[in-house]
């Protein structure tokens, strides 16, 4: 019953700037962390960066200093502000979260569907 889903990808410029945002929607107890996945073309998919409950947030080296993880925590949302966009940061960026869902005692991993980046002259 829990899905989540990544809005806000789309085409820019070396150099430009798009934020990304992910809501968690269905049976939803709690949420001990979301973040941000990556896979480009050809590869593996990769961490991006991460914000826990309580509000530590963690960066790849390759995002530090560009892109900056944001939680609103009562509407069950995260964003991904990029900045500095570079034609590496190409990719399909994948919401992720730790989710407590109605009925169970457990957390689990959810994953968005992805959107699509693409970071281009």
């Known amino acids: 019953q829990v899905q989540l889903v990544e809005s806000g990808g789309g085409l820019v410029q070396p150099g430009g700037s798009l934020r990304l945002s992910c809501v968690a929607s269905?049976?939803?107890?709690?949420?001990?962390?979301m973040a941000w996945y990556r896979q480009a073309p050809g590869k593996q998919r990769e961490f991006v960066a991460s914000?826990?409950?309580?509000?530590?947030?963690t960066y790849a080296d390759s995002a530090k200093g560009r892109f900056t993880i944001s939680r609103d925590s009562a509407k069950n949302t995260v964003d991904l502000q990029m900045n500095s966009l570079k034609p590496d940061d190409t990719a399909v960026y994948y919401c992720?979260?730790?989710?407590?869902?109605?009925?169970?005692?457990?957390?689990?991993?959810?994953w968005g569907q992805g959107t699509q980046v693409r970071v281009s002259s």
């Open positions: 269905g049976s939803i107890v709690s949420i001990k962390s």
């Open positions: 992720q979260a730790n989710i407590l869902p109605g009925g169970s005692a457990y957390e689990f991993d959810y």
């Open positions: 914000h826990s409950s309580d509000d530590y947030t």
